[in-house]
């Protein structure tokens, strides 16, 4: 394993700034979220959407605190890949980077899709029947990625600096929207019930597969970049705070105003059509409401906001990628950062070819990068075990709360999923860390203890594919039923507790290196 300390681990110096860090959190988290999931979110939540929001804004704080502590203790460009690493071995160090890199590339994915689907408005031929791509639309598709893998080649600073440009540039014209619809604005669509009447059911649909949680799933972005960070003790936690509550304010207010615009004609069945009536949620409103010039430039925000996030995570993908080679040992020089981003652009184009529309992608890539989010908990929660003498300017407290919370929220979101997303995605995983497992255990048999601190994560992994199928039919069985519930709770603590007791010291001279990588020298 790579110390924590080489001169690999910063890519272009410390050079970005806390504003720099808060837009690159905003420009990852703010993409096709709020282009596309109003309408999914009203029809399954109703008016219980905001509810959603606050509570997707709250999960993603809490992951954002721990991530914070761990940043700020550790600022390694790539952290996400290289905390596991470091708090519990290969094995999950192997697994967690493994599945970041899937899910960083598969959203640079999304998000073009996106840009595509909102384009066709204005050019029909970019689009295929059934919502692909046409061939006309996946070349425009590659070449938008040609142009922001040419952009990730320059420096940090100068990636920072278009991104701040874009970033604020797309944060306009929902401030436009919000301003403009709030005079049409109608208290009359929040007192029209869920058809059901289970707005706490619809609720947590719209958190797993509505589009909500995967609005909040950039802020991984900022960790990624901490390497790259002036005092990364003071400005990653801030960094993430103030992002995270900043993006959370405006879905709620755009959600608020998309509802409070519909009318009370096509909510007369209920809120089951908005989904199909508005796939283009505030294109389609605003071409309601007469503000036709503003539909035109939610067009054009629709083609900037996918784009300048599909930009962040090409370059968080080709850290995660850059910290995961090291770690595992296949690319160790000099032309690591180079070898990095390559791999990145040619998994973000393989990711292009099969998926046809934004919602089919959704519930997939949000899984996959909660995955990546539940083991957080647990590396920190070890750390504190592990390595208690290690300098944190920030400290997170009542981590023996916060810790087994957020583990256990982050898994009922994986778990909301549904049982097909979960059955093949955590299967997929546990074959995966077999075949790693038998391939490093024949190469070097120094592996096995780190092997036999992992055996919590293929019990996760079981157990939460067992769960899925008794709440296969998305009825919330894990809820209803009180020993089911008590079943799951303390199956995850027990998960919870059996890993953060899995974890190691790093060895010594690793360990020294990691104090020295954050005394206050290098800042």
Same mark, same amino acid.
């Given at each position: ?76 460009t790539g952290g996400v890949a290289r905390y596991p690493y470091l708090s519990h071995g290969s094995f999950l160090g192997f697994m967690v980077g493994t599945v970041t890199i899937i899910a ?259 519930? $997939? ?21 592990? $390595? ?41 995983? $546990? ?93």
């Open positions: 394993m790579s110390s924590p300390g080489s001169n690999a681990t910063h890519i272009s110096g410390r050079t970005l700034s806390l504003f720099d860090l808060i837009l690159i959190g905003c420009g990852a988290t703010f993409g096709s979220g709020w282009l596309f999931a109003a309408s999914p979110v009203a029809t399954m939540a109703g008016p219980g959407a905001m509810i959603g929001w606050l509570c997707g804004g709250i999960i993603a704080l809490l992951l954002g605190l721990i991530y914070s502590e761990l940043a700020a203790a550790l600022p390694l960083f590339s598969s959203i640079v994915s999304i998000e073009l899709v996106a840009a595509r689907q909102y384009a066709c408005t204005w050019f029909p031929f970019l689009g295929a029947p059934g919502g692909g791509p046409s061939a006309v639309g996946w070349l425009v598709q590659f070449l938008v990625l040609c142009a922001i893998y040419w952009l990730n080649t320059s420096n940090a600073k100068s990636f920072a600096w278009v991104n701040n440009i874009v970033t604020v540039l797309k944060f306009l014209v929902p401030a436009l929207v919000i301003i403009v619809l709030s005079r049409s604005f109608s208290l009359a669509p929040f007192h029209v019930p869920l058809a059901n009447g289970h707005m706490a059911d619809g609720i947590m649909a719209a958190l797993s597969t509505g589009g909500i949680m995967f609005s909040f799933l950039g802020l991984t972005s900022i960790v990624s970049a901490a390497g790259e960070v002036r005092n990364p003790q003071k400005n990653v936690p801030a960094a993430l705070c103030l992002s995270v509550g900043f993006v959370t304010l405006v879905y709620i207010a755009l959600q608020a105003i998309f509802m409070g615009n519909l009318p009370h004609t096509l909510l007369q069945d209920g809120w089951h059509g908005v989904r199909e009536r508005f796939p283009l949620p505030f294109h389609d409103i605003t071409v309601l409401a007469g503000a036709i010039w503003l539909a035109r430039l939610v067009l054009f925000d629709a083609c900037l906001s996918p784009m300048g996030t599909a930009n962040v995570y090409l370059s968080s993908t080709c850290r995660v990628m850059q910290a995961w080679l090291l770690e595992t040992g296949l690319k160790r020089d000099t032309t690591c950062q180079k070898v990095a981003l390559r791999l990145s652009f040619g998994l973000c184009v393989f990711w292009t070819l099969p998926f046809p529309s934004w919602s089919s992608l959704v519930g $997939i890539v949000s899984t996959t990068i909660v995955m990546s989010y539940a083991f957080a908990p647990v590396i920190l929660a070890s750390f504190r075990q592990t $390595i208690p003498e290690l300098r944190r300017p920030f400290r997170l407290r009542y981590l023996a709360v916060l810790g087994p919370l957020t583990f256990v929220l982050s898994s009922f979101i994986i778990l909301w999923a549904g049982w097909t997303t979960v059955a093949w995605l955590l299967s997929a995983q $546990i074959v995966i860390g077999i075949v790693y497992v038998l391939a490093t255990q024949a190469g070097r048999r120094t592996m096995a203890g780190d092997h036999g601190r992992s055996l919590w994560i293929f019990a996760y992994y079981i157990g939460m594919i067992g769960f899925s199928w008794l709440d296969r039919d998305l009825s919330m069985e894990t809820l209803r039923n009180i020993p089911l519930l008590v079943a799951f709770l303390l199956f995850l603590w027990g998960i919870y507790a059996w890993g953060v007791s899995s974890g190691r010291r790093p060895a010594s001279h690793e360990h020294a290196e990691t104090f020295a990588f954050t005394s206050p020298s290098v800042h």
